[in-house]
């Protein structure tokens, strides 16, 4: 399944990308400085909109199919990216490694979502910033929010993993960092069950 899934996630992705998510990405990317760590890297749509200011760049995919077209997108662009195939829970750099962390639409699939924020903490230097995209739960109750959760089970299979009723936000904030912007959107051109999304920066004090 994660190979099929490397070979399709672009072309099924592309319609929101070009709706909303590209936009998105550069909005909360190109300010980014210094050190930068990004989590599930998946094929590197990110890449393209790191800045100048950027000095080091490292980009984590455990998913060997995943990883091996996101190496491509990195030596097409011209190298000069650390690319590994890290874990998000457990990953190799010692505390304060990074003045940010990237992570977009990965906290829906990894198994245990506290455990990569944690450890999003504790390689992020003091005053680093999570910059995140992730969709979510529908609000509690709602129509959206019943067939998230009638239909979860099956798109676990069939989306290696991912969860539609996760609420992020809420584990970002358990997790000890302080939320400073967050945006409440819906993902267009998406299928319904993973429309809702959040988006914004969240900081290690």
């Not at 909360?28 to 790191?50: C, F, K, M, Q």
């Not at 506290?114 to 999570?130: D, F, I, K, N, S």
């Not at 798109?155 to 996760?166: E, I, Q, S, Y």
């Amino acid at each position: 399944m994660s190979r099929f899934q490397a070979l399709i996630y672009d072309r099924f992705m592309r319609q929101s990308e070009e709706a909303c998510l590209r936009a998105w990405r550069a909005e909360l990317l190109s300010p980014l400085t210094g050190d930068v760590l990004e989590i599930g890297a998946g094929t590197g749509v990110n890449l393209e909109h790191y800045g100048t200011n950027v000095t080091r760049l490292v980009l984590t995919e455990p998913d060997r199919h995943m990883r091996r077209r996101l190496v491509d997108r990195v030596e097409v662009g011209g190298g000069g990216v650390e690319v590994l195939g890290a874990p998000a829970h457990t990953l190799p750099f010692p505390d304060g490694s990074f003045d940010a962390l990237v992570s977009t639409l990965v906290l829906c699939s990894v198994a245990d979502p506290a455990a990569v924020l944690a450890e999003t903490r504790r390689v992020l230097r003091p005053g680093g910033r999570l910059v995140f995209i992730e969709h979510v739960a529908a609000e509690e109750g709602s129509s959206r929010h019943r067939w998230q959760r009638r239909l979860e089970p099956v798109w676990k299979l069939l989306a290696d993993g991912c969860h539609v009723t996760r609420r992020t936000d809420l584990a970002i904030a358990r997790a000890g960092l302080d939320i400073e912007t967050l945006e409440r959107e819906s993902v267009r051109k998406a299928l319904p069950i993973v429309r809702p999304s959040i988006r914004g920066v969240a900081r290690r004090a």
